[in-house]
């Protein structure tokens, strides 16, 4: 029996992925020599080492620091959260020596993140060759796709032979490892064309470089605005799309991994603005500021808030002769809440992924009018025979009553639905049109704007209908 126990205690622990971050932080903690500290370390992946950055205290991490080269802290870090603090956790010397080994992009993220002085003094240590390329990306501002767009590219001139491209190839990969694609450039340097490695390696040597090289290519200009460009990077699957100065001349690229980042932001923004909060928000910032951005919104919303309270207090009368129509509000409320943000999400979702013309629009617009008609004339008739037969047999209203209310309930959800749909459209077309972010349409603004549609379409059929059409 204990054998048996063992086994399957045995079975279980290997079962069970390694618990490699505390295995580091005691590896750290050991009274290990640094020589076999830094062997046992170095047998970790970086994720695993960044990982276990955040269990020891600023002592601890000050011991492991000296046991890595820069390349391997660079590593890690990539993998790391706090990147910032625990750089500054490192001297001067050995901090430059890291951030030389980081990506371009990832390096002018760094120095934008510092304060004044320091952020001159990291640069003015930096090589001549580095502090020019962040030079040039800090003259792009945050918005414009210039400044995320790497060096790490292979470009040749246009007039070499096959044979000397892939000497140049081979010598311009010792600094750059971004090879999948070779861009050519004219004596400018302006961009000719782009060639695929395969087609590079399998082209015979006489081959002219004009013979391999695409010249429908795609291409961004580096002051364009990142959301403006998005959507024409993200239908081209290429392993980099070349960025352009003014002059049209070649000055770094956007890779894959970029364009990944790109709309993992795009989205995280759209997703705050969809809560009606700033994009720009996120969990390390002060609560102060917080409220800042958030109060503003608030404040418009509780504005119409009170226009749906004041909609609904014009109709008490009606309330007051039907006290069932109360009932039934939120059904109406919600059913066209619901038509709304579906409308909403299909036409941020239509104006983030292509630019559409006017007549699009028109063909948007009456196919979202149309889906909330039928969707809102199928619920309109099930709530018409359910709330009907809800207040007749088991409300023991009169028929006549309790079917006019289901019978203006499933109008007004019909009318309601119809509506919510044009609005959860036409309004972020209209933002759009007036270069506002249509994102910012969304979430509260469009619920509360539905349900003041709601509350009038609803009270308002009632008080025509059933009280002055058929008197009830």
């Known amino acids: 029996m204990k054998v048996t126990n063992y086994v399957q205690k045995e079975h279980l622990q290997m079962s069970q992925h390694p618990d490699y971050k505390a295995e580091i932080v005691k590896v750290l903690r050991s009274n290990l020599t640094p020589k076999r500290k830094q ?8 994720k695993d080492i960044a990982s276990a950055l955040e269990i ?39 901090r430059i020596a890291i951030l030389s080994q980081f990506e371009i992009t990832e390096m002018a993220d760094y ?17 001549d060759s580095l502090k020019t390329q962040i030079m040039l990306m800090n003259s792009f501002s945050e918005n414009e796709i210039g400044s995320k767009m790497e060096t790490n590219y292979i470009a040749v001139p246009s007039r070499i032979s096959v044979r000397q491209a892939m000497h140049e190839l081979v010598e311009q990969a010792a600094d750059h490892d971004n090879i999948s694609t070779i861009y050519v450039l004219d004596e400018n340097k302006m961009l000719l064309g782009a060639i695929d490695l395969k087609d590079l390696i399998i082209a015979r040597e006489g081959t002219g470089l004009d013979a391999i090289t695409m010249t429908s290519y795609p291409y961004v200009y580096a002051n364009e605005q990142i959301d403006d460009c998005l959507s024409l990077i993200k239908d081209y699957s290429e392993d980099s799309i070349p960025v352009l100065d003014s002059d049209n001349k070649l000055i770094g690229v956007i890779t894959s991994p970029n364009v990944m980042e790109l709309v993992h932001n795009e989205f995280g923004e759209d997703y705050a603005k969809l809560a009606g909060l700033s994009a720009e928000e ?10 800042g951005k958030r109060l503003p919104w608030l404040i418009v919303l509780l504005c119409l808030g009170l226009l749906v309270s004041s909609a609904v207090g014009a109709f008490e009368g009606i309330v007051a002769q039907l006290p069932l129509m109360i009932a039934f509000q939120s059904l109406i409320l919600d059913m066209a809440g619901n038509a709304g943000t ?14 559409i013309s006017s007549k699009q629009m028109l063909s948007l617009v009456a196919k979202e ?13 099930l709530s018409f025979v359910c709330i009907g037969c809800y207040l007749f047999l088991l409300k023991a209203q009169p028929m006549d009553i309790a079917f006019s209310i289901s019978a203006c309930t499933g109008t007004a959800l019909l009318l309601a639905m119809i509506l919510s749909s044009l609005s959860g459209t036409l309004i972020p077309l209209m933002f759009k049109k007036l270069k506002v972010d249509p994102a910012v349409a969304s979430g509260p603004l469009i619920t509360t704007i539905n349900d003041l549609v709601a509350v009038v379409t609803y009270y308002g ?12």
């Open 39 to 46: 062997e046992r370390i170095l047998a970790y992946h970086e």
């Open 56 to 94: 020891l205290s600023p002592e601890e991490r000050a011991r492991l620091y000296p046991l890595l080269n820069a390349e391997t802290l660079a590593d890690i870090f990539e993998y790391a959260d706090c990147k910032t603090k625990y750089m500054s956790e490192i001297s001067i010397q050995k």
């Open 111 to 127: 120095i934008r993140s510092l304060e004044k002085a320091d952020r001159t003094t990291v640069i003015e240590l930096l090589g």
């Open 282 to 291: 996120d969990l390390k910032e002060p609560v102060k500021k917080s409220i």
């Open 342 to 355: 579906q409308s909403l999400a299909v036409t941020i979702r239509v104006l983030m992924d292509e630019k």
């Open 369 to 381: 009018a149309r889906v909330g008609f039928a969707n809102g004339l199928v619920l309109g008739i």
């Open 461 to 472: 059929l009632a008080w025509m209908l059933v009280i002055h059409v058929l008197q009830l």
